[in-house]
């Protein structure tokens, strides 16, 4: 099977940078938010837009009373 040594580079990168906080997620998530803040780069949220996550939802409420939801088939 073909490997890319590009992308075993980085598995064995986050392998070892993982193993370094016993891969413990609180810590590494706090250590990236370390570095995001002392990186001082502008950060920027891309907030989900009300109407697509309103459709995969199924929740009418978020439409309005009238709205209807024309993605469920009824049986």
Do not use: P
């Not at 980085?10 to 392998?15: L, T």
């Not at 009300?50 to 009373?65: I, N, P, Y």
């Amino acid at each position: 099977m073909w490997e890319d040594e590009i992308v075993e580079e980085i598995h064995q990168i986050r392998e070892a940078y993982a193993k370094s906080f016993n891969y413990n997620l609180d810590a590494i998530f706090e250590d990236l938010r370390k570095k995001e803040a002392e990186s001082g780069r502008e950060v920027v949220s891309l907030s989900r837009k009300r109407g697509l996550t309103t459709r995969w939802s199924g929740r009418t409420g978020v439409l309005g009373k009238d709205a209807k939801d024309s993605d469920r088939r009824s049986t």
